[in-house]
């Protein structure tokens, strides 16, 4: 048997991460991975965006400063510094997993990285914490090349792993993504992308589910961003990867 702990966005909300890795038991209480983790019986996919909180409370909370102004750089690098540190955690855990740990390149994750698109949202917040030419910093080099080594998809077995859809565009972030708002909608009216590709099972972020995770009523795929809810998914194998798994909803 396999199973594989598959968590939603994260947008640094660190603690709700390490929250449910610890109810997966895909943790132990010194933030290394456990012994099924090590030898494979377990495996974690996180869907990608590391960083950039959702809420102006989220910045608050993440780095004490209150109001959080998003044009102080003092603020900026507060919320950097806080994040870089928990990016550390994360690399460190992965890197100790042999393999095991899996972690998908979200659009945030590459707007942090290659800055070519500022994000934000209809709340106010612009994320320019990693923006060193609008009162940001860098992301250290060594975190730099971590991002660049992220999976835009991941196959095990016959099941696909990607940030917003099955389609390949889906996975290049470029001025083309932003504008079709397909990326964000497939789900709803054309969730026979996932069965067209070849794919037995979907697992897909980058959409918020505010009802918790979303599991296709045919089952072809799972929308999982819904670490706001506190669920993930967890798949199981009974006897091969290559079988259509069954799954479930956690709440941690």
């Given at each position: 048997m396999i199973k594989i702990i598959a968590i939603g966005d994260i947008h640094a909300d660190f603690g709700k991460l390490w929250a449910a890795l610890k109810l997966a038991y895909a943790v132990d209480e010194t933030g290394h991975p456990t012994?099924?983790?090590?030898?494979?019986?377990?495996?974690?996919?996180?869907?990608?965006?590391?960083?950039?909180?959702?809420?102006?409370?989220?910045?608050?909370?993440?780095?004490?400063?209150?109001?959080?102004?998003?044009k102080d750089p003092k603020h900026l690098l507060?919320?950097?510094?806080?994040?870089?540190?928990?990016?550390?955690?994360i690399k460190k855990y992965q890197?100790?997993?042999?393999?095991?740990?899996?972690?998908?390149?979200?659009?945030?994750?590459?707007?942090a990285l290659n800055h070519e698109h500022l994000l934000g949202n209809a709340h106010g917040i612009t994320h320019l914490e990693f923006e060193p030419e609008k009162g940001g910093v860098a992301l250290p080099q060594d975190l730099q090349d971590w991002f660049a080594g992220f999976a835009r998809d991941i196959h095990i077995g016959n099941t696909h792993f990607a940030h917003a859809g099955p389609l390949p565009s889906m996975?290049?972030?470029?001025?083309?993504?932003?504008?079709?708002?397909?990326?964000?909608?497939?789900?709803?009216?054309?969730?026979?992308?996932?069965?067209d590709a070849g794919y037995v099972f979907g697992v897909y972020g980058h959409t918020v589910m505010p009802d918790g995770v979303h599991?296709?009523?045919?089952?072809?795929?799972?929308?999982?961003?819904?670490?706001?809810?506190r669920q993930f998914l967890e798949l199981i194998y009974p006897n091969n990867l290559n079988e259509k798994p069954t799954y479930r909803a956690v709440i941690f």
């Open positions: 012994p099924p983790v090590l030898d494979g019986r377990y495996q974690v996919v996180i869907m990608g965006d590391l960083v950039h909180p959702k809420t102006v409370n989220q910045y608050e909370m993440l780095t004490g400063r209150e109001p959080f102004d998003f507060s919320a950097a510094r806080a994040q870089i540190r928990e990016l550390y955690r890197e100790a997993a042999l393999g095991n740990i899996h972690i998908i390149f979200g659009n945030h994750d590459d707007a996975s290049y972030f470029d001025d083309m993504f932003y504008a079709d708002k397909e990326s964000k909608r497939w789900w709803q009216q054309k969730g026979r992308f996932v069965t599991i296709d009523e045919l089952g072809r795929f799972a929308m999982i961003d819904a670490m706001d809810r």
